[in-house]
């Protein structure tokens, strides 16, 4: 039998670093293959004026696009190191999206992953609502297993106690 094919959206952020974590402690099994996802959201391009004549900021613009594609590819580098040392099969799909729950889905689908492992960013009810939230889309969306791994929380001792606000929380 075939191992599993997990998809672990990674940003870079804590959160997505403590569901790739918890995936390693908890649920990891010999024979399993990971797809991390790296969703590349459009960066914020500065806007240019017709006042000003027609400069428009090519240069700065293609030194962020520039600079969003370093980033990706030093987080496949990790990542593939972190895969190799710990002897996990992984393919880095990386992809830029205006929509990351939608574009996860798709990954999910079109790699044929059995199941998704992904963090939260905490967000609270009120911004959720406003936002709109990655992992509930996710959650909701994909007819795969899926596991939502919560913020940790500290009390004020600082010791870590699990997320107030429970499940989807992202």
Same mark, same amino acid.
């Given at each position: ?18 569901a ?8 990891? &099994?010999? $024979?399993?293959?990971? !797809? ?11 806007s240019?004026? %017709?006042? +000003?004549?027609?400069?428009v ?5 293609r ?9 990706a ?21 990386a ?14 689908? &079109?790699? $044929?992953?059995?199941? !998704? ?13 406003? %936002?709109? +939230?990655?992992?509930?889309?996710v959650?909701?969306n ?13 009390d ?15």
């Amino acid at each position: 039998m075939s191992g599993r094919k997990i998809l672990i959206p990674l940003d870079g952020s804590q959160h997505a670093e403590a569901a790739y974590q918890w995936y390693l402690d908890n649920i990891r &099994r010999d $024979g399993d293959s990971l !797809v991390i996802a790296h969703i590349l959201e459009p960066p914020s391009l500065p806007s240019f004026s %017709l006042k +000003s004549g027609f400069n428009v900021p090519t240069e700065e613009w293609r030194n962020i696009i520039l600079e969003s594609g370093k980033k990706a590819k030093a987080l496949e580098e990790d990542v593939s190191v972190r895969a190799m040392q710990t002897h996990l099969k992984m393919e880095f799909v990386a992809e830029p999206s205006k929509r990351p729950g939608e574009a996860l889905v798709d990954i999910a689908w &079109r790699t $044929g992953c059995n199941m !998704v492992v992904m963090g939260t960013r905490g967000l609270g009810d009120v911004k959720r609502a406003f %936002l709109g +939230s990655v992992s509930d889309y996710v959650l909701h969306n994909s007819r795969l297993a899926v596991t939502i791994v919560p913020v940790k929380l500290r009390d004020s001792q600082g010791e870590r106690r699990p997320s107030q606000t429970g499940g989807a929380d992202a």
